[in-house]
């Protein structure tokens, strides 16, 4: 019996993924592991490996469906194995109710010839067209031909522009040609990062008016409704705190050059939040269900910007990492997050975020609460600004810290305190060491 290949469960309220790119073709042999298509989630988009060894046959999802979890999208055949009727998913999104079978609804008509031959080429008879209604063993034939043409174009493309498949996928809905682009990657490979500038001239030169109108991402969707969601039924309120960060900033070096690591200020963000979480636990909590839930352990999510929206990637267990292990799981996870390859096992279960928008020179802000958290810090760039030092006036470098609470979970009074604990932290994080 062929083994399905299953539109799987990324994460526990999944109820549906989307086809975004099939990265092998009909009738590829596979082996055990290999990557076959690419799926995306409301919050991540992930690899799906092939669950046997075979040939890739009875695609039944097209590239942009959405699939509800649990139904077969394809199925992987052993070698000479013969090909077996499989139904068409449902699809989501994309459509109304269940593929039909082909234009009409109707069963396929072909003659039992060309049902062998298709077969035997691990075609499926509703991707043929016949101009006199019942397949023909010469319409197989001519469907092998195409085929076999466009794998060969499409082998040579791969071969002569190397790419990220994120960078594939937007070229692809873009109408770009990767062969014609420059990558900034490795060894040249072409990144999503690379393709804007090139859209922004394909489009001057060919589709002037293309881009206007055009839809938002399905993350950036996700993103907007849960924002909105936490904007309109949170009731927000935000305390605010300007920190010397002198002492910080000395700190950052020393660890720096003691761990041989790249710290950055978010990595000793998360390593002082996490041990003023550990004392002060209202502040790692949720509201859901009509009450506070404490979370047990201290899980910190990082917003960070992607070319789709904004993902919140967490360090789990934050407070029993140092800070070389929380420098290379943030970069780990900002560098999938970027490519597009975080798993569910990385979005999942954060308890507190911190947004840091100091690098792109903002002072200060007020973060939106990333539902159903308690809070989020905000945090603002590192400057030298003029602040009182023993009773005189003295430049210092100093950063806003701006708490965003969700009062149903925390109050002003015990946000204060978590504040006020992270402050003194910060200006004294050697009081970490005592």
């Known amino acids: 019996m062929p083994t399905q290949v299953i539109m799987p469960a990324l994460e526990l309220a999944q109820e549906t993924g989307k086809v975004l790119r099939w990265i092998k073709a009909p009738g590829d042999t596979v082996r055990k592991g290999d990557a076959l298509v690419e799926i995306e989630t409301d919050k991540v988009t992930v690899e799906i490996e092939s669950p046997a060894a075979g040939v890739l046959r009875d695609v039944t999802a097209q590239e942009g469906d959405v699939i509800p979890v649990g139904q077969p999208i394809a199925m992987i055949y052993a070698p000479g194995e013969a090909a077996i009727s499989t139904p068409s998913p449902p699809v989501r999104g994309q459509g109304e109710g269940p593929r039909p079978a082909d234009a009409n609804g109707d069963r396929v008509k072909a003659s039992p010839l ?6 035997e080429h691990g075609i499926d008879l ?10 023909e063993k010469a319409d197989v034939l001519a469907h092998v031909e195409r085929r076999a043409a466009v794998s060969a174009t499409t082998s040579a493309a791969a071969r002569l522009a190397p790419a990220s498949p994120k960078a594939r996928r937007l070229a692809a809905e873009r109408g770009l040609d990767l062969r ?4 900034s990657g490795p060894s040249g490979a072409i990144l999503a990062a690379d393709l804007p500038a090139a859209a922004a001239s394909a489009s001057t030169t060919a589709r002037p008016e293309a881009a206007r109108g055009e839809g938002v991402s399905h993350i950036w969707r996700i993103m907007a409704d849960r924002m909105t969601a936490s904007w309109t039924s949170a009731p927000h309120f935000y305390l605010v705190r300007e920190v010397n960060v002198s002492r910080l900033v000395a700190w950052r070096e020393r660890a720096t050059k003691q761990s041989g690591a790249r710290i950055t200020y ?5 390593r002082l939040v996490a041990a003023t979480l550990a004392q002060h636990p209202a502040a790692n909590a949720s509201w859901k269900d009509g009450g ?4 047990s352990e201290i899980n910190i999510g990082l917003a960070v910007a992607i070319e789709d929206g904004l993902v919140v990637p967490v360090l789990h267990r934050a407070d029993t990492l140092t800070l070389k292990d929380i420098a290379a799981r943030r970069e780990d996870l900002v560098t999938r997050a970027q490519a597009g390859k ?9 308890g507190f975020t911190i947004s840091n928008l100091g690098m792109y020179g903002v002072d200060a802000f007020n973060a939106i609460v990333n539902p159903p958290q308690a809070a989020i ?4 760039r590192i400057a030298d600004r003029v602040i009182a030092v023993n009773g005189q006036p003295a430049v210092q470098p100093t950063m806003v810290l701006t708490l965003s609470c969700d009062h149903r979970a925390l109050d002003g009074a015990r946000g204060a305190q978590f504040l006020g604990a992270l402050a003194e932290l910060v ?4 009081a970490l060491l005592t």
């Open 114 to 119: 060309a049902r062998k031959l298709a077969a």
């Open 126 to 135: 509703a991707e043929i067209k016949s101009s006199s209604g019942k397949i």
């Open 180 to 183: 014609t682009l420059h990558g």
């Open 266 to 270: 978010t990595d000793l963000l998360v």
């Open 292 to 295: 506070i839930l404490r979370n």
């Open 342 to 350: 975080l798993r569910p096992a990385d979005i999942g279960g954060g």
């Open 377 to 380: 810090l905000a945090v603002g």
């Open 427 to 430: 200006e004294e994080p050697l």
